[in-house]
């Protein structure tokens, strides 16, 4: 019985939530979609006890997006997969927080469907091996679902993703993506979402190139590293660079070029120490560390696969997964196409307006003569006799004048006993 309540109910709630957010709804079918003006949803499913936080959170949402979406500029923007997901993230944060601030009941509602998403295991939380493209978006999502809409419930998932990314991009990449993302409380349109988008584009792509440069510059000065040190390996042992022999011990005061004996000291020392720098000693090269140049290489590949991500590298959007989750379910519980109830604008007439002037001012015409014969059949007039009960003090006069009609006598006057409420309708039709 509680099932069917519900489920007679659902059309009627969904009608009144989308008449208070001033979009259309329809209830029935197979998927639940929008247009850009309708939004439809399928019939309630009794099997399911949480369909109506995700039905609710899906109408919320979509309901923003009917409000303050320009679809014409969001199609314009979908020229690469993950241009078109970074987009429609942020443009996603822009409109439910209009709508938080215009029903704050929305953030309740938008906030259990992602939540119960995430929960549920819908929502695939990505790992360190996951691809680049779809740690940065479940990142988009997550972490300004969390800052910027207030979703407490997402801060740890965040907080998770946000360790993954800093792990898989740069420093400087990661740095100035947050920079970036500083200014998403202030986007006020489809546009300026698109507008932010190409930034963080731009500078994925300006990152990618100073580290291919890195890599570049730790390549060469490698290469560098190793001639040096295949030279100084060739040189015969006991003899410099120059074939020059090192002198003895125990020799003079003054070597083979001229060198008092504290130059000769320093130079044996230099020796030494080139000595331990040589390969196979169990010493590293004096060029920078060879990891600087994996890590700069595999960040700028990183990056570049980041830019080059097809749709089938980033993850399924949220609210696409709700949307399958509400066309989900048996057969028998779907509704006929059954629209909801909406205003229908009045037709207009070219000539209604001065129809309607020439009928109030006849109407008002009758009106005023009906009112002046109902007050002259009503009114009572005072008549004086010459005999009564009741003397009128205003004609007491008249006796000094020798007429005696000085008694009062109210004449009798028949009044109705009904009341007759006219109604006229002027209407175009």
Sequence with gaps: MKNQTLNNAFPIVAAALGNKFGVKVMIGGEDAYTDGKTINLPAYNSDNP?????????????????????????KNAATSPLRKRVVNALEDIRIEKAMHNLYPGTKLTIQKLDEYLCKAGEYEMVTVGSHPAAILTQYLFLRLSADVLGYSALSSYADSV????????????VTRLMGLLSEVPRL??????????????????????????????????????????????????????????????????????GQNPGQS??????????????????SENT???????????QFAQTLASVLDADEGDLPQDVFEMARQLLGDQPKNCYDHEMAMPIAVPAKKYPGGKDLIDKV?????????????????SQAVRNQTKRSGNRVVGSKLYRLAQGDSRVFGKEARRHRPNTAIHLLVDYSGS
Aim: net charge negative.
């Design 162 to 173: 946000e360790t993954v990314l800093e792990t898989t991009f740069p420093e400087g990449a």
């Design 265 to 282: 000291a320093s130079s044996s020392d230099a020796d030494g120490d080139e000595q331990d720098q040589q390969p196979g000693m169990g």
């Design 50 to 74: 949480d369909y109506q936080d995700i039905a609710w959170g899906y109408l919320a949402h979509e309901a923003g997006h009917v409000r303050f979406s320009d679809f014409v500029e969001f």
């Design 360 to 376: 109030m001012g006849e109407s008002g015409k009758i009106r005023a003569s009906l009112q002046g014969l109902v007050q002259s």
């Design 287 to 297: 060029g920078d560390d060879p990891m600087d140049n994996q890590d700069s290489g």
């Design 188 to 257: 006020d349109s489809t546009r300026s979402c698109v507008r932010l988008t190409d930034r963080i584009l731009r500078m994925i792509e300006e990152e990618k190139e100073k580290e291919q440069e890195n890599a570049r510059q730790a390549q060469a000065q490698a290469e560098q590293d190793d001639q040096a040190a295949s030279g100084q390996q060739e040189a015969p042992v006991g003899q410099d660079a120059d074939g020059n022999q090192d002198p003895a011990p125990d020799g003079p005061d003054q070597d083979d070029h």
